[in-house]
C-alpha cells in the first residue's frame, strides 16, 4: 500500500502539483484567457470565443488575489477589459468608453463624452449577417472613439436602452460598454467599473467556435484584433 501511494505520488500527483505551481501565478498575475459566452461584444468577439487577457498591462497583482504589487499605467479609452462586475462578482468583458472625470452620455445610439459627439462610419451589414444569427438586419459601423477605431453593431428590431445619461464617471472608476450596444449588460446598467476590479486588457481573440453551427471552429476569426484599421 505504501508503494502505491508513492508511486502515484510519484507518477500522477506530483507532476500536476508542480505544473500547477508553475502556470497558477502565472495565469493568475501574469497572462490569462477568458472564454465569452455572449453577443455583447459583437462584431468585435463573438460568442465562444477564446480571448487572451493581458494581466501586466497596467499592473502586476499578488497571484489569486486583486491586491496591486505595482502599478504603471490605466486602462485607455478604447482598450477591452477583463473586470469583474460589481454587481455579482461575475468576470465580463466590455470595452473602456469613459475614463474617471469624463461626463458620459449617450442619445439614439451616439456617445458623446464630455458634451462632445463622437463619429461614426457606417459599414456594409453583409459580411457581419453569418456571424449576427439573432437579428436579420444588424446595423454595423466603426466608431471613432477619441484614437480607438472599433467596430459596433445596433440591432434596430430589438427593444433597448439607447439614450442614456449624461453620467460623470466618478474618481478611480470607467465607464465600460459592449460592442453590440442593444446587447450589453454594460455600465448603463451595472455602473462604473472600480480600477480595483479590472484585471486585464483583451489584445485579440485566440480561438473561436461556433454555437450555432455544432460549435465547428472560425478559423478566419483566429487572432481577430480588438480594434480596426480599414477606416
Wanted: aromatic share 10%.
Amino acid at each position: 500500500m505504501k508503494n502505491t501511494v508513492k508511486r502515484a505520488w510519484r507518477e500522477w500527483l506530483r507532476p500536476f502539483v508542480l505544473a500547477f505551481l508553475i502556470v497558477g501565478p502565472l495565469k493568475s498575475a501574469v497572462a490569462d484567457w477568458n472564454w465569452v459566452p455572449t453577443g455583447s461584444m459583437k462584431p468585435s468577439i463573438l460568442e465562444g470565443e477564446l480571448v487572451a487577457v493581458n494581466k501586466l498591462a497596467y499592473d502586476l497583482k499578488v497571484p489569486f488575489t486583486t491586491e496591486h504589487l505595482a502599478t504603471w499605467g490605466n486602462p485607455a479609452r478604447g482598450d477591452v477589459i477583463v473586470f469583474y462586475s460589481p454587481e455579482d462578482g461575475t468576470r465580463l468583458v466590455k470595452r473602456v468608453v469613459g475614463l474617471p472625470g469624463d461626463t458620459v452620455e449617450l442619445r439614439n445610439e451616439t456617445v458623446y463624452l464630455n458634451g462632445v459627439a463622437q463619429q461614426y462610419s457606417l459599414k456594409d451589414a453583409d459580411p457581419f449577417r453569418h456571424d449576427v444569427f439573432e437579428d436579420n438586419e444588424p446595423v454595423v459601423a466603426v466608431e471613432h472613439l477619441g484614437k480607438c477605431d472599433h467596430y459596433v453593431m445596433a440591432l434596430p428590431n430589438r427593444s433597448a436602452l439607447r439614450t442614456f445619461g449624461p453620467s460623470v464617471v466618478t474618481p478611480d472608476h470607467y465607464f465600460v460598454m459592449g460592442d453590440s450596444r442593444d446587447n450589453s449588460k454594460d455600465s448603463r446598467f451595472i455602473g462604473s467599473i472600480p480600477r480595483g476590479k479590472i484585471l486585464g486588457r483583451v489584445p485579440g481573440v485566440v480561438l473561436s467556435f461556433d454555437p450555432s453551427r455544432y460549435y465547428l471552429p472560425r478559423w478566419r476569426r483566429i487572432f481577430e484584433r480588438m480594434t480596426v484599421n480599414d477606416t
